[in-house]
């Protein structure tokens, strides 16, 4: 399954979301957004055909279809031992030699949003598609998990209109979130935002504004959540420690069309 997918056109626009769902589980899916009035449509563009497509409360077009979970790529053992305190995993390795290996996302961790109403996105993602409420940030943000896993692989921030706010990439450990960032900065990628430690999800990131104006995240080291979870609201800047983020960091920069 592709998980980025960019196509030419004539504004910045989020084009589509797409969520892969069970084997065989298609014409349940469909009958429950038929039921609950939700009118299917056609791919968007010819790349992305497949599954059921139809609009989210702001029009973005959303798409479920049958495919495989992208599979866990597992990290190097040199990338995941460390030495704090009295607990030490790694003894008679340098582990400069290995530390500056180029930055390979593994998998896309999740994206945020845009959306013109926190609660009608909300009830519509987690009504009716599934997704389960993480954590809100009052009035600004809300975060979605898809069952037991990484606290949010999903999410929506407040503005007026639809838009791609980030989306997150995993790297395996704090280094590469490091190297990516210069990487993207020695090749003319300044506008960033980084290091730092968020506050919901409690991921380190750094971002690099895309082309288009939009944020990319090099994230790692993020809550994993069971059944257990308790989503509550919280009144909490974004990160626990970072620099001050750019002035346009919740900047919408979508054309409204
Ligand atoms: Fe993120």
Redesign the pocket.
């Known amino acids: 399954m592709d998980q980025a997918v960019l196509s030419e056109g004539q504004r910045k626009q989020l084009r589509f979301v797409s969520f892969a769902v069970e084997a065989g589980s298609l014409p349940d899916w469909q009958r429950r957004l038929e039921s609950a009035g939700v009118k299917l449509a056609d791919a968007p563009i010819h790349a992305a055909d497949g599954g059921l497509w139809f609009c989210d409360p702001d029009d973005v077009q959303v798409n479920l279809r049958e495919d495989e979970l992208v599979p866990w790529r597992k990290a190097a053992p040199e990338d995941s031992m460390f030495n704090f305190g009295d607990d030490i995993q790694r003894v008679d390795q340098a582990r400069w030699l290995t530390a500056d290996a180029p930055a390979s996302p593994r998998r896309l961790?999740?994206?945020?949003i845009f959306v013109s109403s926190l609660a009608a996105s909300e009830r519509f993602y987690t009504e009716l598609l599934g997704l389960r409420l993480s954590d809100r940030i009052k009035g600004m943000a809300t975060f979605l998990n898809a069952g037991p896993g990484d606290h949010?692989v999903f999410?929506f921030i407040q503005s007026t209109h639809p838009g791609l706010?980030?989306?997150?990439w995993e790297v395996p450990n704090f280094d590469q979130l490091a190297i990516g960032a210069r990487t993207m900065q020695e090749r003319g990628y300044q506008e960033g935002w980084g290091l730092g430690r968020?506050t919901l999800?409690s991921?380190m990131?750094h971002?690099i504004r895309d082309p288009w104006g939009s944020?990319i995240?090099y994230?790692t080291d993020m809550d994993r959540i069971t059944e257990a979870w308790k989503a509550s609201d919280w009144d909490i800047p974004p990160a626990v420690w970072c620099p001050m983020p750019p002035e346009t960091f919740l900047a919408n920069l979508e054309d409204q069309g």
């Open positions: 961790s999740h994206m945020l949010h999410g706010h980030h989306s997150s968020h999800g991921n990131f971002y944020w995240e994230s």
